[in-house]
């Protein structure tokens, strides 16, 4: 039996980082993210479709995902639309990874928005990554193209991070050191391998 680990956080708390822990103790992990981007790079299996849905956001690159967020994110209707046509690409990709890992007694499937679309149904455990908000905001703002204002619209999309820590099975701080963040994820993953010996 191999148990399915959900593991999701708000833009900044450093999921990508718990992720990269999980594969390197030898958990496989579905990257949403990565999927997205891969099915919207260049000869995505999306560019065509999106291009149709929202012209001009795509180029020789593939989507212009900047272009895109700037569309959608203030468009309730456009998003849904948008969503419409990752979400289904997504799920089957995510389907072919477990199937490809049916043999590992851990997986994990790294999801961003894992409780805000319901897919903490399909797992059988949940872990949020989190941090402090000043933490959080500090490490956002530090990205390219990010200003408060741009932030702000993508948090809205995003359940508050208190109610993914009181919805989630496991917690894992990310506003310490990195030893202490690795072995936030050791325990985890020690915690379900013995459910799946048990």
Known sequence: M???LGLTGSIGMGKSTVA??????????FDADAVVHRLQGPEGKLVDEIEAAF???????????TALAERVLAEPEDL??????????VAREREAFLAAHADAPVVVLDIPLLFEKGLDTQVDKTA????????QRLRTLSRPGMTPEKLLRILSHQLPDAEKRARA?????TDCSFDETRASVDAIIACLAESVDS
């Open 20 to 29: 990269r822990m999980f594969a390197d103790a030898g958990v496989p992990v």
């Open 169 to 173: 099975d496991f917690v894992i701080p």
């Open 128 to 135: 949020v990554v989190s941090a402090d908000d000043e933490v």
């Open 80 to 89: 849904r639309r948008l969503e419409a046509l990752i979400h289904p690409a």
């Open 2 to 4: 191999t148990v399915i």
């Open 55 to 65: 012209p001009g956001t795509t180029g020789p690159d593939g989507v212009n995902r």
